[in-house]
């Protein structure tokens, strides 16, 4: 498992969609170290986002949920902090990343209240990912200067590429298992045969300590 790891790229491709999300926010930053996020949302995609986040080391993680004690425990699981919804507008300002995965049937974020974020954080980028169905956020944000938004259709196309390319690496890692069997098998072989080469031994030894 160790050499099919670190000799090929299998690991290296994100094929699911929180994964492709959190990786896409790597290639954006960089490193995610020090840096606040805001996630909307705390059912099973905002779970499994929040995991890949906090394992990135992230500075913060604020969790903004219609149900507030859903966002208190998917805060706590993670260290993170639980937000209400009527006070978006104070955590966009202060945070650096936004994914937005909620069952709303509207936007959560409208184009507006992004604006307004900027506004009090010159040269600061904001950096959006919408994995609602419907969407989260108003597609009128990817307009807006320094806001980069990305939508889950963004997402499945990055996480179909990488399944595909994860399956080319599939071959090499299936090289690499079956030599490693092969001398496991012979390192067995060697193992079964120890009692039998020891009696031996002693054999010949009582032999020739009578002579």
């Known amino acids: 498992a160790k050499r099919v790891r670190t000799q090929t ?7 699911s969609i929180p994964y492709a999300a959190v990786e896409l926010a790597r290639k ?3 490193d995610l170290t020090g840096l606040r996020v805001l996630l909307l949302g705390a ?7 929040a995991q890949h986040l906090h394992k990135q080391r992230v500075r913060q993680i604020f969790v903004g949920n219609r149900s507030y004690d859903q966002a208190v425990n998917l805060a706590e699981r993670f260290g993170g902090v639980p937000v209400h919804f009527d006070g978006l507008d104070q955590q966009l300002g202060q945070c650096d990343i936004i994914i937005a995965s909620t069952a709303a049937p509207h936007f959560v974020i409208s184009s507006e209240q992004v604006r307004r974020a900027l506004h009090g954080r010159p040269m600061r980028s904001l950096f959006l990912i919408d994995l609602g169905v419907p969407r989260n956020i108003d597609p009128a944000v990817a307009a807006i200067e320094h806001a980069y938004l990305y939508n889950i259709d963004d997402l499945r196309v990055v996480a179909d590429a990488n399944a595909l390319a994860r399956q080319s690496e599939a071959s090499e890692a299936q090289q690499i298992i079956a030599t490693e069997v092969a001398a496991f098998r012979k390192r067995l072989r060697v193992q079964e045969a120890v009692p039998t080469i020891l009696e031996l031994q002693e054999r010949v030894e009582e032999i020739r300590a009578l002579e």
């Open 9 to 15: 790229g299998i690991g290296l491709h994100a094929v």
């Open 28 to 30: 954006i930053f960089g």
């Open 43 to 49: 059912g099973n995609m905002g779970e499994v986002t």
